[in-house]
């Protein structure tokens, strides 16, 4: 078996992480610039404000896709540039700006995936009460809807919000992002389920607005529990684990049984109710939604174990090479979270991200010879590969297209296949840019030499 013809061959990027142009035009405030304003949240002072300069360079940066042998892009929408308000006027200049990619895209002949909502809130929404405002859902349904409209004929595959396990649990509980906010269990659970709402409602608009069938789908942050032995009784726990309320807002359970089965998982609605918090019985007819693939972002995994009955997480030991983000290196991820995720919802994976940031510069030859990149991608890739030997999977997106700003960490973790200098501007392809390309040319054969 191969990778299924017409396999997806992508590298994902986001608005904030990339476009700059932050005070262009007639842009509205996100949560994120006025992170980047502020002293103290972000690594050394770095800001975003020029970013990759993507807002001044779409023709380049489509010539530089085409150049990786991509057939698919995906990226995300800045709400605040579209909609400056977050609700009601459309800006010209953001609405040209978007239009000039896709159509760049048209003729690079490469597939557009659009995710509408990637951690850029629109601080005039904020200003209302972000998403604990029970009409969040309705501004994020009428952005989609404005967006649907706007682009729907360029795009086939939308992605309605990138990993709510972060910008809901690191955002709103434990203030490690955007926007820095440590609220009690009862008001991050209402915000989650406003999240979860705000999806439903999107998903019909867009279903509405876009007469052709187009594929929707969500990018969840994905880091399920791997079994410590290939043993039955290990790989159903690992099971068992990754979809367990550990009292967080991270577990994929939280988010994807709602949408694709129209209930809570039992446990987490235990804990919300503990807490005073109970979703409204109405609203899961609004909130389940016809999707059509899981997009996951996996990075690394939990290694767990069954002992007595019970889970034991376990320790890595040193020899687990760990990236420049300390994340440890477990390629099997690749194999059983796939899988987990297709036995539960019966839906086609896409990998919306994965990659990996490494301590590296431009070598005296100017060159960035990253083999441990490439290295990860097969690793990685050769376990994706055995997992679609038995499920469906339908693309994988490599993250980063170019280093780019990596949120509180600014621009000193490096995740790029194409190194970016963020003091001229420059994009200068790695080693494992070559490699990507022969990759998307052999539709993966390439991870076997
Ligand atoms: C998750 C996020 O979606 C993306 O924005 C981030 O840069 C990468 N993973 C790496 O941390």
Request: glycine share 8%.
């Amino acid at each position: 078996m191969a990778f299924q013809k017409g396999f997806r061959w992508g590298v994902a990027t986001a608005s904030y992480q990339i476009e700059g142009g932050a005070h262009e035009a007639d842009k509205g405030l996100n949560v994120w610039d006025v992170a980047s304003a502020t002293e103290g949240r972000i690594f050394e002072g770095h800001t975003a404000d020029v970013g990759c300069d993507h807002f001044h360079k779409v023709k380049e940066d489509v010539a530089l896709l085409k150049e990786l042998g991509v057939n698919a892009y995906r990226f995300s929408i800045n709400w605040a540039r579209l909609i400056p308000s977050g609700t009601g006027k459309v800006s010209e200049a953001g609405k040209n700006f978007y239009l000039e990619l896709f159509k760049e895209l048209k003729v690079a002949g490469i597939e557009p995936w659009v995710t509408l909502f990637h951690w850029d809130y629109p601080y005039a929404l904020y200003e209302r009460g972000g998403w604990l405002n029970d009409e969040s859902s309705d501004w994020f349904a009428a952005y989609a809807k404005v967006c649907a409209e706007l682009f729907g004929d360029y795009v086939d595959h939308f992605i309605l919000i990138n990993e709510p396990e972060c910008f809901v649990g690191l955002g709103h509980f434990t203030a490690g992002h955007a926007p820095f906010l440590k609220l009690c269990v009862r008001d991050v659970a209402h915000i989650s389920h406003n999240v979860l709402l705000a999806c439903g409602k999107a998903e019909k608009a867009i279903r509405k607005a876009i007469a052709r069938p187009v594929k929707i789908g969500t990018a969840q942050a994905y880091w399920p529990a791997i079994p410590a032995t290939h043993e039955a009784k290990d790989v159903e726990m690992a099971r068992k684990e990754t979809f367990t309320c550990h009292h967080d807002f991270g577990g994929i359970g939280l988010w994807l049984d709602p949408l694709l089965k129209g209930e809570y998982p039992a446990d987490y609605l235990a804990w919300f109710a503990e807490n005073g918090f109970v979703p409204p019985e109405k609203d899961m007819e609004i909130i389940r939604s016809r999707l059509d693939f899981c997009g996951l972002n996996t990075y690394s995994g939990n290694p767990v174990k069954e002992e007595g009955g019970k889970a034991v997480y376990i320790t890595p030991p040193p020899t687990v090479p760990k990236t420049d983000m300390r994340w440890n290196v477990y390629p099997e991820v690749f194999y059983y979270g796939p899988k987990y995720i297709y036995d539960r919802y019966n839906l086609p994976v896409v990998y919306t991200e994965n990659g990996v940031a490494l301590a590296e510069w431009k070598d005296l030859n100017g060159e960035i010879c990253d083999d441990s990149r490439i290295d990860f991608l097969k690793r990685y890739l050769r376990e994706l590969y055995r997992a679609a030997d038995e499920i469906p999977v339908e693309g994988y997106f490599y993250w980063t297209l170019y280093d780019n700003f990596e949120w509180t960490e600014g621009f000193s973790k490096k995740f790029g296949l194409v190194h970016f200098d963020p003091e001229t501007l420059e994009r200068t392809p790695k080693k494992s840019a070559r490699f990507f390309r022969t990759l998307a040319e052999t539709n993966g054969e390439e991870i076997w030499k």
